[in-house]
């Protein structure tokens, strides 16, 4: 049977939520990825030390062992180099939403500007913290990333020495940008490599498929699955899984988001061998984003075989429900196993 | 207060579906249309003389008055000359689906072939039998009406003489074609008028303005906007009002129809005050209509105040229930009596 094994593969961005939904799906991650760079989207959002150490507490609590690592993130706001210095060592990343752009972001930056951000930005270059960015507009909504464009390019010639990430992209526009500075990188999803708009609104209505940045056209997937597959080197997986309750997903008017983490790896390496390009999918999960933020592999291992796979329908623990991408759908891979068990 | 007065409104494109649906959504036409063209994507799907007579009879009977007029439809397929001249003056247009397209579609056609099709157009066309088409490809959902105008142009130039209905038009590449062929005609939906793919999608996800063309960008509705408030000589109202129950909309993987009916000369009248064309609405409501079909305005007058109403959270008959567009928000026009009563 054909395998593959991964070398402590990262999660380069991911939602871990709070409370129960926390609960239920920390060990979800756990269980097949050495770590992952986690977002500060709360309620309140996550700017202070302590609340990024209480938070780093909860998720270790609801993991309940030592196979996983959450690289914390902060929530953009302007901050002093004192502070940045103060927090440095218990962050990866500082993460940075247009206000109101998405998912508890209501206390995001309202205006990008170069100048008015110049000191949390130079201060961030100095110490090498890298800033994350959730690039969308708040124009049309299949023009959002596009014409974030500008904005990323902005800070990549105003801060030439600060890692911008551009997270979760969807468009060629935005993969054209990763050989055009050398200071921009990119993460991309699993559901940006496999879906568009045709299969959130071309047939049915699909909500547990809806997400933002919104999936895009044909041409924008062809180039994100062109750089994943060869495993460009600015480019890192992050699934920007992002459960949300299955009542409010499936209800009227339900929020963006696509729910990936358990099965990203199974489908991910089903997406890598049907391309043939299995070989690389060890640097698209986890060297390309040991460069990029200077961070040490872990010591673990996932196996997988292709070996068919029936997604669950849901997930729960308790009365969170949450309904992972591709519910109920065959898989052709499978995890085997990971660190010997 | 303000006033308007429609004198024989007519809603050219109308789903009223069948059985306990029809019961509840007929009635709410008739109250405020002095008629409508009738879709007849029905399953099976309304083919014969006999289905178009057995319907309309059961339309009837769920209004229980005279005071609409429904117009029926066959749906396409090849048909002869002699049936045709047979159901003539039973039908008031012949509806195209290519295959698939939308619901209750699967009959259409699978290729618009204008020499295969010719035998059935060229009759429609001798016997002046208009053809409504639903105007898509199986493309990229964005650009499916956009890549199916070459065959409107083909069938345009093909058949000078057959009068061609681009139903519920929603992009500005549609509103070209007006001015293009003599023979080309649009109606042209209530939500198309005001919403975008920001309204489904944009946010959060919105089932009920979930529809096929789905919504597409500011400037197609804007070219909209303008045919329609100018009452262009050869654009007519059509609601596309199509229900579905308020469970199906409201689960997940739904599908496409927005229910307008009730509302839709409220929000109207609203639309065309607030742009400062309300002389116009007459026109768009009913004058191109009667022009473009032949046909005479009933008697049926109603008359609009400028009165606030309160949209309701859902019209219900027996066990079925359907949400219509702005469910629970308040317009600013209000139906104040038709004919006097």
């Given at each position: 049977?054909?395998?593959?094994?991964?070398?402590?593969?990262?999660?380069?961005?991911?939602?871990?939520?709070?409370?129960?939904?926390?609960?239920?799906?920390?060990?979800?991650?756990?269980?097949?990825?050495?770590?992952?760079?986690?977002?500060?989207?709360?309620?309140?959002?996550?700017?202070?030390?302590?609340?990024?150490?209480?938070?780093?507490?909860?998720?270790?609590?609801?993991?309940?062992?030592?196979?996983?690592?959450?690289?914390?993130?902060?929530?953009?706001?302007?901050?002093?180099?004192?502070?940045?210095?103060?927090?440095?060592?218990?962050?990866?990343?500082?993460?940075?939403?247009?206000?109101?752009?998405?998912?508890?972001?209501?206390?995001?930056?309202?205006?990008?500007?170069?100048?008015?951000?110049?000191?949390?930005?130079?201060?961030?270059?100095?110490?090498?913290?890298?800033?994350?960015?959730?690039?969308?507009?708040?124009?049309?909504?299949?023009?959002?990333?596009?014409?974030?464009?500008?904005?990323?390019?902005?800070?990549?010639?105003?801060?030439?020495?600060?890692?911008?990430?551009?997270?979760?992209?969807?468009?060629?526009?935005?993969?054209?940008?990763?050989?055009?500075?050398?200071?921009?990188?990119?993460?991309?999803?699993?559901?940006?490599?496999?879906?568009?708009?045709?299969?959130?609104?071309?047939?049915?209505?699909?909500?547990?498929?809806?997400?933002?940045?919104?999936?895009?056209?044909?041409?924008?997937?062809?180039?994100?699955?062109?750089?994943?597959l060869?495993?460009?080197?600015?480019?890192?997986?992050?699934?920007?899984?992002?459960?949300?309750?299955?009542?409010?997903?499936?209800?009227?008017?339900?929020?963006?988001?696509?729910?990936?983490?358990?099965?990203?790896?199974?489908?991910?390496?089903?997406?890598f061998d049907k391309n043939n390009k299995i070989e690389n999918?060890?640097?698209?999960?986890?060297?390309?984003?040991?460069?990029?933020?200077?961070?040490?592999?872990?010591?673990?291992?996932?196996?997988?075989?292709?070996?068919?796979?029936?997604?669950?329908?849901?997930?729960?623990?308790?009365?969170?429900?949450?309904?992972?991408?591709?519910?109920?759908?065959?898989?052709?891979?499978?995890?085997?196993?990971?660190?010997?068990?």
């Open positions: 049977m054909q395998t593959i094994t991964l070398n402590s593969p990262f999660d380069m961005h991911l939602h871990l939520r709070d409370n129960e939904m926390l609960e239920l799906v920390a060990p979800l991650s756990s269980s097949t990825f050495a770590g992952a760079i986690i977002m500060p989207n709360l309620v309140p959002p996550v700017d202070t030390k302590e609340a990024v150490l209480e938070y780093k507490d909860r998720i270790l609590r609801a993991i309940g062992n030592d196979q996983f690592s959450p690289f914390m993130t902060l929530f953009f706001k302007p901050y002093s180099k004192e502070f940045l210095e103060s927090v440095k060592d218990s962050i990866s990343a500082i993460k940075l939403y247009p206000a109101g752009i998405t998912t508890n972001s209501e206390g995001g930056v309202e205006s990008i500007d170069t100048v008015a951000l110049a000191p949390t930005l130079n201060a961030m270059s100095e110490l090498n913290i890298p800033l994350c960015i959730h690039g969308e507009t708040n124009g049309f909504v299949m023009d959002r990333e596009k014409e974030f464009m500008s904005v990323y390019e902005s800070l990549a010639i105003a801060f030439p020495k600060l890692k911008i990430i551009m997270e979760h992209i969807t468009t060629k526009d935005a993969v054209r940008m990763l050989d055009k500075y050398d200071n921009l990188y990119a993460t991309i999803t699993l559901h940006h490599l496999l879906i568009t708009l045709d299969d959130v609104a071309g047939g049915m209505l699909k909500p547990h498929l809806f997400c933002k940045p919104i999936a895009k056209r044909y041409e924008d997937r062809e180039a994100l699955q062109k750089v994943a060869e495993a460009h080197p600015k480019v890192m997986f992050g699934s920007d899984s992002a459960p949300h309750p299955k009542h409010a997903k499936e209800n009227c008017g339900c929020a963006a988001g696509v729910f990936t983490s358990p099965i990203a790896l199974q489908v991910l390496a089903e997406f999918l060890q640097k698209f999960i986890s060297n390309n984003a040991c460069k990029i933020y200077n961070m040490k592999p872990s010591s673990k291992i996932i196996v997988l075989e292709k070996k068919e796979f029936k997604v669950p329908s849901y997930y729960e623990k308790g009365d969170e429900k949450v309904v992972p991408i591709y519910a109920n759908e065959t898989i052709q891979w499978n995890i085997r196993n990971y660190n010997g068990k």
